[in-house]
Structure formats: structure tokens, C-alpha cells
């Protein structure tokens, strides 16, 4: 039978095998003992590959760039040193800055952070697809940490909303999409703006090309990590290229989710997108669309259908994909072809996650098989074209609907609360962040011992506190990404 999906979309589950046991601990990376303590009663007990290999340069304050594959633990590698090391915010003007090519990622960010911040400290996310007022509200409080997409966050700068002079400490994450999605000029005024002096941490999926001139212009005598025998994304999975009539893509679509498991499906259009999803809803298998024309609360709504099993498959277009960040997918369905070999990998890349198997289908019409073949050429594929055989699949779990949505609060269009899962199986987790985007907080304490940090690089005073639920305000920022 089939669990709802965990919560967590980009940290992979941690082996706990016996040969992992005379492996590095988190305390002997320099993590203090009651942060480790914090992550192993999530069942987060040993440190992944990119892990064990920046967290000592990033916790001594040294740049770093690490490349490492969507789902290998990048979020927890920068996110520790974040919060150990960041300073105590003035009103508009935050310590720290991560910057993110989508807003579903930023508020997934934004929720692994929590998890590991102290109570005191104030995280608030900023992207599109909401209203101002809130965000604005958050940042007249004081925000420690601004997890952003750049357009919203150039946008609350001309407006004079947030200053980033005071930046001592900024995460690039997921920078080679940030360059595909054609955020570097904003990304370079931003990183302009903030301290002179200050910490950079880079991850990336590459470290080529664009983010290689990021890397040159902005980091200083950076600790480089290059993960050896990272596969690209999507590359774990099986590629099936199966000849389709236009008019039988559907039901091929629905058989195929049907037999495999939660399924990603992508159109090219926000249209197609919508029809699609319909139509699979027709044909016995649950699906819920997203794209750029909906609003932040109905994708996250989407996300979430399909996280906890209530929808079996999510149809999406290209640029709305790139925020799907979920584990568990075990197919991925081309409906429509891409236009870009990047598109493709990047679309293979929602299943086959951190080594785990998927399977990846394109639907090809006749009229398509020349262009697709020189696409796959190009990715150094060669390629069978075979007749549709959804049997042929491995048979995935029996579908199980989730829990019935429970109905919106009377507040309107902010979220319930930041819900913190457990272990969820060992996995490095992420918390499920409320419908609205928004500040991720938990209540300043005013009995922290030895007081507010005075600077960046300033360690902690006082005990943790416990890793309980936060509280999660409403607001958010930041462009749309579309």
C-alpha cells in the first residue's frame, strides 16, 4: 500500500547500515552537540557525502562551492552553518540571504531552516504570487535570515522596503537553474548589494559555464566539493521511448501512473496542463495541475494533494516544474516533448532521486521521432522506440488517497503553521510549509542566555531549544516564478 509522500524534497533518507557507523559524525564535522542532537532525533544520524565535505570549511567561515545532485543533503550542508553563524537582524535590514530560482523551493528552504534554527531566530520568505502586506509586516519586525527568489526581493529594494548592505553571509542554491531560468543579472546586482565583506556558500547541480563566472567574480579562495560519480539528474532512472497516436497519449499516460506510483507528468502548455489533469481524473487516476497562471496558494495546495496521496499524478509545465522538489516519484511521463535537452534532464530529473530507481516515458508522435532522436543524440543517448507496454513496469504501490484536505481556516490565505514531520523512515527531512509562503518563525525569546549575537560570526550563547512545530505568519515575497 502507498504512504503519503514525505514532506522532505530534497534531502534523501540517511543509510544506517553498519559500515555507516565508522563514518564521520556530525559532531566530529564541528557541529555543536545539540544541533546533531536536534537532527538525530529526526533520524538524521550521519552525514551525507556533501555534507561531511563543507560543513567544517563553511562552520570556519570559508566560501564554499559544492556540486552535488538534487536530493544528496545541500539544504542541511549550508543550513547549519547559517544559523550558527548568523547575526541578530535590524528592522529591513537582514543578516543573512539565500537566494532560490522558485518560491516552492524558498519555502522549502525556509522550512528546513526552522527545524534546525534556534526559537529566537526570525527566517521569512520572499517571492511572488502573494501580497506585500505581510512580508512587509516581517521585515518591519526584524528578519535574521531572508530566504528569496530575486525578483520579488529587487523589487522590495526599489521600493525601499529592505536594504542588503548588512549581508554578511549569502547561499546560492540551485544556481545553475537560477542561470537557466535567466535570474544572473538580478542575482549579481543583488550579491552587489549586499557586505563587502562577508561568506558566500554555492550549490549547484553543475559548476560550469554561468555559475563558473559566479563563482570567479563573487567567491573568495573558495573550498571547492565536486561529488565524485554525481550522476546528472535523472540519470538513476530507466529512459522508455514509446510511439504514441495524439489521441491515445492519454490513456497511455493513466495506464502508466496507474501501474507505476506517483507520477509527474509534463505539458508544454498551461492549458494542456489543466485538460490533461482532467482528463486523468476521468480515467481513475487523481491528478492535480500546476502552472505559472496559478496563484501560490493553489500550487502549494497541488503539492501538497500529491505529497499525501490524495493525487496520484501532477501535471505541470516546464518553468512551474522546476519547484516540484518532492521524493517518492517513481515516473516521470513527457506528454509533450521539450524544446530544450536542459528541459528534458530537468524533467527527468523529479524521479530517480538521490540513486533511487524511476522511470522516465516519452511519448513520442511519428512526425516526432527525427527530433527527438537528435535531442537524445546530443544528451549521449542512443535511443529505442518501442510500442507503449505499461505492463512491462515496475509495479508500484497500490494508490491510497490521502486524508481529505481540511478546510481552510477563517484567516483567509495564510497558512496553518509551519508542521514539522518526523523522521518520516530516517530521511533527512523537510517540514511542510503553510499555504501562504510567508515568515517562518518561532517567538523571540527574551531569556536566551548571554543575549543576542553581536555580529556574523558570533557562536551561539545558551542552550537550543527543542525542535518542536513553528508557527508560520502568512506573508511571503518575491516575483513569481514562472
Given at each position: 500500500?502507498?504512504?503519503p ?19 564521520p ?17 529526526r ?9 561531511a ?56 528552504i ?9 526559537p529566537d ?19 518591519r519586525?526584524?528578519?535574521d535570515?531572508?530566504v ?15 536594504r542588503?548592505?548588512e549581508?554578511?553571509?549569502v547561499v ?5 537553474r ?12 543583488l ?15 553543475t ?19 565536486e561529488?565524485a ?51 486523468l481524473?476521468?480515467?481513475g487516476?487523481?491528478?492535480?495541475a ?12 497541488a ?12 501535471v ?23 524544446e ?17 530507481a524511476?522511470?522516465?516515458?516519452s511519448?513520442?508522435q511519428?512526425?516526432?521521432r ?12 542512443q535511443?529505442?522506440?518501442?510500442a ?12 491510497v488517497p ?16 509551519a508542521q ?19 515568515a ?5 525569546s ?32 518575491a516575483?513569481?516564478?514562472?
Amino acid at each position: 500500500m502507498q504512504s503519503p509522500l514525505p514532506a522532505s524534497s530534497r534531502d534523501a533518507a540517511v543509510p544506517t547500515s553498519d559500515a555507516d557507523a565508522s563514518g564521520p559524525s556530525f559532531e566530529s564535522l564541528g557541529v555543536p552537540a545539540e544541533v546533531a542532537a536536534g537532527l538525530s532525533a529526526r533520524g538524521i544520524t550521519a552525514p551525507f557525502p556533501i555534507q561531511a565535505a563543507t560543513l567544517p570549511p563553511a562552520l570556519a567561515g570559508r566560501d564554499v562551492c559544492g556540486r552535488a545532485p538534487t536530493g544528496s543533503g545541500k539544504t542541511i550542508a549550508f543550513g547549519i552553518p547559517l544559523v550558527l553563524r548568523v547575526g541578530r537582524a535590524r528592522p529591513r535590514a537582514p543578516r543573512a540571504l539565500v537566494l532560490a530560482p522558485t518560491r516552492e523551493l524558498a519555502a522549502q528552504i525556509a522550512d528546513e531552516l526552522v527545524q534546525l534554527a534556534d526559537p529566537d531566530q526570525h527566517i521569512a520568505t520572499f517571492y511572488g504570487g502573494v501580497g506585500f502586506g505581510k512580508q512587509l509586516r516581517s521585515l518591519r519586525e526584524g528578519v535574521d535570515i531572508a530566504v528569496a527568489c530575486p525578483g520579488r526581493l529587487e523589487d522590495l529594494i526599489s521600493q525601499g522596503h529592505i536594504r542588503l548592505d548588512e549581508v554578511d553571509l549569502v547561499v546560492l542554491d540551485e544556481a545553475d537553474r537560477m542561470a537557466d531560468m535567466g535570474f544572473l543579472p538580478a542575482v549579481k546586482r543583488l550579491l552587489d548589494a549586499c557586505a563587502p565583506k562577508r561568506q558566500t556558500l554555492l550549490f549547484s547541480a553543475t559548476l560550469d559555464g554561468d555559475v563558473e563566472v559566479i563563482i570567479r567574480r563573487y567567491l573568495k579562495d573558495p573550498v571547492r566539493h565536486e561529488e565524485a560519480g554525481a550522476d546528472p539528474e535523472g540519470e538513476a532512472a530507466e529512459h522508455l521511448f514509446w510511439e504514441v497516436d495524439r489521441t491515445e497519449r492519454v490513456e497511455v499516460t493513466a495506464r502508466a501512473a496507474a501501474r507505476s506510483g506517483p507520477t509527474v507528468v509534463f505539458c508544454r502548455t498551461k492549458r494542456g496542463a489543466d485538460r490533461v489533469a482532467r482528463q486523468l481524473g476521468t480515467r481513475g487516476v487523481p491528478a492535480v495541475a500546476i502552472h505559472g497562471d496559478r496563484s501560490q496558494n493553489q500550487r502549494e495546495r497541488a503539492l501538497e494533494d500529491f505529497r499525501s496521496g490524495r493525487a496520484r499524478a501532477i501535471v505541470a509545465t516546464d518553468v512551474a516544474a522546476r519547484g516540484i522538489h518532492v521524493d517518492g516519484v517513481t515516473c516521470v511521463v513527457h506528454f509533450d516533448p521539450s524544446e530544450d535537452p536542459k528541459d528534458y534532464v530537468h524533467r527527468s530529473g523529479r524521479t530517480g532521486r538521490a540513486g533511487a530507481a524511476g522511470v522516465v516515458i516519452s511519448l513520442v508522435q511519428p512526425d516526432q521521432r527525427r527530433d527527438l532522436t537528435r535531442q537524445q543524440r546530443g544528451l549521449g543517448r542512443q535511443i529505442q522506440i518501442t510500442a507503449p507496454d505499461a505492463a512491462s513496469l515496475p509495479e508500484g504501490p497500490e494508490h491510497v488517497p490521502g486524508p481529505p484536505r481540511r478546510s481552510p481556516s477563517a484567516g483567509g490565505s495564510g497558512g496553518s503553521g509551519a508542521q514539522h514531520r518526523g523522521p518520516g523512515g530516517g530521511g533527512q527531512g523537510r517540514g511542510k510549509g503553510g499555504s501562504g509562503g510567508g515568515a517562518r518563525r518561532r517567538p523571540r525569546s527574551n531569556a536566551r542566555g548571554g543575549g543576542p549575537k553581536s555580529g556574523p560570526n558570533g557562536s551561539k550563547n545558551g542552550s537550543r531549544k527543542g525542535q518542536g512545530p513553528s508557527r508560520t505568519a502568512s506573508g511571503a515575497g518575491a516575483r513569481a516564478a514562472r
